[in-house]
């Protein structure tokens, strides 16, 4: 009996047993997974969240708790679900992924033999799974075949020659690992850039290559470093990624937007920082400029200028710039040196060039518009070399640089186009001299001012007493404010001084600005217009409400400011911004598949039931609708914006007012017309949104058929007509469980028969008659589920 313990206990050992290797006689089934030697990263079978595709064979890291990918074997093939996989090492070395009736659907195709038994697949604390051979030779290693992710120590092949050559290629959508159209990897023309391709047009690309073999990024509050490092192995071109010692775990990936984002955990807020974001600004976006314009990110606001000794060719950019005066293609013409710059696609590459050479070889062929010149360090051989690069015809996608990176590029100009800038020139740095001076000056009795710790508390004390003094809200009057006061100076700061650059967006209440405080925190800084109608009462309301209230259904207050007449709010960053930027774009809306769809539904419920019964106090938002939800990474909705807000104390259940806030369309019928609200009015716009995000239409939109006044009442003559389906947004219609869906706007008399009591009503006249109609309270059927 003692041995059959011993027998039965060693086998649960094995099953349950989660080491860093597979080998022939030890496959990967589903529920086991692999991990590192030192628990940085594993291997196993995951399903997304919302994904009913099936399941994927991929790597993540095992101690960051928010499940983060870096690698997908299967991506366009998943595993069926019902259908279990494995992965095994076979004889010929190689790694094979089946599911349950024997079907291959990923393989590594090495057709290596060994002729022996110890090969064996070892996931590395690097996030690399190599195969080896018993005498230690890695035969295959993920990090050739990347997905999306480039992790510290892999090789990125800038050489399309090469062997190895690979793109990254982004997800398709953020719970959909297969393909998208966005790929970023080295140019077919030249070994020399990155490019960033939307299917086959390029979308961004990166400077050509100066010969700088290490590029840093220091972060002064973490001692984070990142270098970048480029090889030239036998004049085949790679960048590799190194972080410092004790960093935190950091990844560059292309995201399923095209964005080409470089990211550090951050262990304090459990989330992902963003350092690099590319392209950044729009006008960084390929070509964006046109023909001899380009994106100056000198600007306070970036935005495309033409080149030296050229002019905008019409009222914008569409199509470029043109030359102010002809080339002569003799003694006459000259170079105009731009410091600074990112240099033009399309170039020639010629070798082992010297300045004045390289220069010559331009002068001479009147086809050449530019040239750029750098010695290059042979990374194997530590042998000088040059690198001339001339261009002939049209100079595109081309910037200048804030931070004082970039190189000189040689603009070829006409003489008497540089005869004219010469002379502006001679009257022009005088003025600016003193101009700049004077700003100097201004500045430093400006700072020296309103710097101290002492005026910001006073100025903090002061307000904090104004608000509660002024306040006409019974309930508020005895809370206290519990957020950080930020100095205005930081919040100026953050935003680079409030710049249309850092502009998230705006509405009646004012702006929205990205920043970034001190420490790499990202915020989003609401300033609130002066002519909003957002007084001291609204004001207080976000400041007191949205602190006390901690749901992950709601955005995060994390302080405010205040300083003379501006008022400000810092919320978390949420990066994709509205849920009406992609309801109502046509391009965008495809990203919102039916789960995802559903997950914002019932996120949005959650929400609405922690404001109406679960926290301390009965709050009614009374401004629901799509652009006040947030969508954050992982497109999980955060219910914001409570200046309008309203709490019910005691017993009170409905209350009147002659001040109706809040946008028509999404009021209820007795709000609008009586100043009557309750929690019911709250509901009646979450069945607005509902149908907006079933549907794909706005409440009053103009895509609506025939002589409906509104998307209730196209909603009621599709039902009552047996049409439904038609209501279905396209884009997810093919795609989606339509018994759900109806299940998710029950009307007429669904709701009764339903055994609920709380139901949102509402009145629409139709063919001249009144009809009610009923829809299901659905964050109380969601929060029994």
């Known amino acids: 009996m003692a041995a059959l313990h011993v027998v039965v206990l060693l086998s649960l050992i094995c099953i349950c047993r989660s080491d860093d290797r597979l080998t022939p006689a030890k496959p990967l089934s589903a529920g086991d997974k692999l991990v590192s030697s030192n628990g940085v990263f ?67 195709m090495n057709n290596f033999t060994t002729g022996a038994t110890g090969t064996s697949a070892v ?12 005498n230690g030779t890695e035969i295959w290693q993920s990090f050739h075949y990347p997905t999306d992710t480039i992790l510290p120590g892999m090789q990125l092949p800038l050489s399309t020659d090469d062997d190895l050559y690979t ?102 807020s459990s989330s992902w920082n963003v350092f690099i974001e590319r392209p950044n600004p729009i006008c960084d976006r390929y070509a964006y400029c046109g023909p001899f314009g380009y994106c100056d990110a000198t600007e306070t606001v970036p935005k495309c200028n033409c080149l030296s000794g050229y002019e905008p060719d019409g009222v914008n950019f569409s199509r470029g710039c043109r030359r102010k005066g002809e080339l002569t293609c003799g003694g006459g013409d000259s170079f105009s040196t731009l410091s600074g710059m990112k240099t033009p696609d399309k170039f020639v590459y010629i070798r082992n060039r010297s300045f004045d050479q390289c220069e010559a070889d331009c002068r001479n062929n009147c086809s050449c518009t530019a040239y750029a010149f750098s010695n290059m360090k042979n990374g194997s051989t530590s042998s000088d070399q040059s690198r001339c690069l001339i261009w002939l015809g049209k100079l595109v996608d081309t910037g200048k640089f804030r931070d004082g990176s970039g190189e000189n590029l040689y603009l070829r100009l006409a003489s008497s186009t540089v005869d004219r800038e010469i002379n502006v020139l001679k009257i022009a740095l005088p003025v600016i001299a003193s101009i700049l001076i004077l700003a100097c000056i201004i500045s430093l009795v400006w700072i020296c001012k309103s710097r101290g710790k002492r005026r910001i508390k006073e100025t903090k004390n ?80 976000e400041v007191v409400l949205i602190a006390k209230l901690q749901h992950r259904n709601l955005v995060r207050l994390l ?33 919102l598949d039916w789960p995802t769809r559903f997950k914002v539904i019932k996120g949005i419920a959650r929400g609405l039931l922690y404001l109406h019964q679960d926290s301390r106090l009965t709050i009614i938002h009374r401004d629901l609708k799509a652009s006040n939800v947030l969508l954050d990474a992982e497109m999980n909705p955060k219910i914001s914006d409570f200046g309008m807000a309203r709490i019910f104390g005691g017993n009170e259940q409905q209350v009147n007012t002659t001040r109706v806030v809040g946008t028509y369309g999404y009021m209820s019928p007795e709000y609008a017309m009586e100043g009557s609200f309750s929690v019911k009015s709250d509901t009646y716009s979450f069945g607005v949104l509902l149908l907006e995000i079933v549907s794909g239409l706005k409440i009053s939109s103009s895509n609506l058929i025939m002589d409906f006044p509104s998307l209730i009442a196209y909603a009621w003559s599709l039902w009552k007509d047996g049409n439904a389906r038609e209501l279905v947004d396209s884009s997810v219609v093919e795609n989606c469980p339509l018994h759900g869906v109806l299940r998710c706007i029950q009307l007429d008399g669904v709701a009764e028969t339903s055994g609920m009591e709380n139901c949102w009503k509402f009145r629409s006249s139709l063919d001249g008659k009144v009809r009610k109609v009923r829809l299901l309270w659905i964050y109380q059927y969601l929060s029994e589920r």
Not at 45 to 63: C, D, K, L
Not at 124 to 130: A, F, I, K, R
Not at 202 to 220: E, F, K, N
Request: with cysteine; aromatic share 12%; glycine share 10%.
């Open 167 to 268: 793109r990254l290629v982004a997800w398709r959508g953020p719970d959909d690992p297969a393909t998208s159209n966005y790929s970023m990897g080295g140019d077919s023309s030249s070994d020399l850039q990155v490019v960033i391709w939307n299917g086959t047009r390029p979308y961004w690309r990166r400077a050509a290559w100066d010969g700088a073999l290490v590029t840093a990024l220091y972060q002064s509050s973490t001692g984070f470093i990142m270098t970048q490092t480029t090889v030239d192995i036998g004049g085949k071109f790679y960048l590799t990624f190194t972080v410092s010692a004790g960093s935190p775990s950091t990844r560059l990936i292309l995201h399923y937007t095209g964005m080409f984002q470089f990211l550090a955990w951050n262990s304090t």
């Open 462 to 541: 002061k307000y904090t007493g104004q608000l509660s003094k002024n306040s006409k809200s019974n309930e508020l009057e005895n809370e206290t404010i519990e957020l950080p006061y930020i100095c205005f100076e930081d919040v100026v700061t953050a935003t680079d001084n409030f710049s249309d650059y850092n502009m998230l967006g705006k509405g009646g209440f004012g702006k929205v600005y990205k920043g970034r405080l001190e420490g790499g925190n990202e915020v989003a800084v609401k300033r609130l217009s002066k002519s909003s109608g957002q007084g001291a009462d609204e004001f207080r309301n």
């Open 42 to 108: 594993s291997l196993g079978f995951f399903s997304p969240t919302n994904s009913t595709a099936g399941s994927y064979i991929g790597i993540w890291y095992n101690n960051i708790p928010k499940r983060t990918y870096v690698w997908v074997a299967n991506r366009d093939k998943p595993i069926t679900n019902g259908s279990p996989g494995k992965l095994v090492v076979t004889n010929n070395s190689d790694l094979v992924l089946s599911d349950s009736q024997g079907r291959t659907l990923w393989t590594t």
């Open 559 to 591: 302080g405010y400011c205040t300083h003379e007449d501006e008022k400000l709010l810092l919320y978390e960053y949420l990066p994709n911004k509205s849920l009406d930027t992609f309801l109502f774009d046509a391009t965008r809306s495809g990203v």
């Open 123 to 134: 996931l590395l604390d690097s996030g690399n799974l190599v195969i080896r051979s018993p």
